[in-house]
Structures are given as structure tokens and as C-alpha cells.
């Protein structure tokens, strides 16, 4: 079924089964589907469309730029990089006489200095700048969830290893990758209590899992979050 509201048209089937409420489900290709109660009008699926109508034009775009994949970054003034949840631009200048090329968040965007005008040096800058962001807020929410916990992480790392966001070994040493500071706090947070509840389950078991669960109960939105802008998540 196709339907028109405020001048922009989409495509849409319905799923009638057995359940107490509609609800909207987007696939990874951006299709549209509405679950609904079995002898729900089609007006109801209608108006719920038109009450939902943004939220499914932005995660419909996203799925559909999600399956073409991350477009090749442009190291220029207005480029966006995520930072904490949400897309920046980057402002760049030049200035030969600073120590070491470097980033300042300034709430509105991310100023970048560097002593070259080359796109290697801004996305080291970038790099850096994620780096030292992403120990700071692991640090700080280790902190933050530390009396959850009898034993403390004997070390704290950041790397960049694309094939994980955290792991815990056997020694408690705790890793983390660096993109993690472009995701949001409460994001890191999960992953962060994720790893420190491998302290005491090395296991994905049912224990481990509740204790997850009793410390963020929300953890598997924020997994889904991880899941679905991962892919976004580039320098």
C-alpha cells in the first residue's frame, strides 16, 4: 500500500496478528511495516502513519544509507563526524606555530588546528582527538559504576581494533575502542559495565546477563544503537 502525507509519499504493507496495540517496524533495507491488531481499520494504520510520519522518513534514509555503506570522509570545513551521539562539522585552521596538531570541541563544532593543510594530518588530529576523549569518558564511567563491583580493571587501554567495542581478559585488563567517543554516554556506559561485569562472568551466561541488566536495564536499546550506527562511525 502507498500512502501521501505532507506532500511526500511511502510504501507500506500490514501485518495483522495477534497483539494489543500497532506498532511500526523498519527493515535494514528501509521498508515500511505496520503489526497491527486483526480487524484494525485501515484508517487507524493510516493516522498512526501521520502521527509517526517523521520518525519514518529519518530511520527509512537511515537504513537506506546504512545498506550503501560509510561515504568517503572530505577533510574540509563543514564535513560531519559524530561526537557523543550526535554529527558535528569540522572547522579547520592552520597555524604553523602550535606544538601538535589538535581538536577543540566548542559545542557547535569541532575546531581543528593543524600546522599542514593536508587531509592525512586532519584525520590524525581527528584520531588523536577521539583517543583521548574515549579514555577520559571510559575513565570516568568506570568511576562512575565502580560500586556495582568488588574488584577493580587492573589497566585501562584504547585501541583500535574495528573487530570489537571492549574486551576483558582473564588478568582484568580492560580495552576499548577509540570510536566509542563518537557514540552516546549512555552507550558507553553499557559498554563500559559490559566488560567490567566480565570481571566477574568471563562468559555470555544467563548470570552474566542479569547482571547487566540489574546495572543498565535499557542495555539492549543501547546495543540496538550500536547495532544500527556502527556503521556511521568513521574518520
Not at 527509512?60 to 561526537?83: A, I, Q, T, W
Not at 588523536?128 to 563491583?149: D, H, P, T, W
Not at 570510536?179 to 552516546?184: F, H, I, Q, R
Request: proline content about 3%; glycine content about 4%; some cysteine.
Amino acid at each position: 500500500m502507498i500512502h501521501t502525507h505532507s506532500g511526500e509519499t511511502i510504501s507500506f504493507t500490514i501485518n495483522y496478528k495477534k497483539r494489543k496495540s500497532m506498532g511500526i517496524y523498519i527493515d535494514v533495507y528501509g521498508n515500511v511495516e505496520v503489526q497491527a491488531p486483526k480487524g484494525t481499520p485501515v484508517e487507524c494504520v493510516l493516522q498512526l502513519l501521520e502521527e509517526k510520519w517523521g520518525w519514518i522518513q529519518q530511520k527509512s534514509k537511515e537504513m537506506k544509507d546504512r545498506m550503501l555503506g560509510p561515504k568517503e570522509k572530505v577533510y574540509d570545513h563543514g564535513e560531519n563526524f559524530l561526537y557523543l551521539g550526535n554529527a558535528y562539522p569540522i572547522q579547520i585552521s592552520q597555524d604553523i606555530n602550535i606544538e601538535q596538531d589538535h581538536v577543540v570541541f566548542e559545542g557547535d563544532k569541532l575546531h581543528i588546528y593543524v600546522k599542514q593543510l593536508e587531509d592525512e594530518k586532519i584525520k590524525q588530529a581527528l584520531k588523536r582527538f577521539y583517543y583521548q576523549q574515549c579514555k577520559a569518558l571510559v575513565e570516568k564511567s568506570i568511576q562512575s559504576y565502580q560500586s556495582n563491583f568488588k574488584i577493580k580493571p587492573r589497566s585501562i587501554r584504547i585501541s583500535d581494533n574495528n573487530s570489537t567495542w571492549g574486551t576483558c581478559d582473564s588478568k582484568l585488563q580492560l580495552t576499548f575502542n577509540w570510536k566509542l567517543a563518537m557514540a552516546p554516554l549512555k552507550v558507553i556506559d553499557y559498554v563500559v559495565v559490559h566488560e567490567m561485569c566480565h570481571m566477574v562472568h568471563l562468559n555470555h551466561d544467563r548470570s552474566f546477563w542479569r547482571l547487566v541488566g540489574k546495572i543498565i536495564p535499557d542495555y539492549k536499546e543501547l546495543e540496538h544503537w550500536l547495532a544500527l550506527s556502527s556503521w556511521k562511525m568513521t574518520v
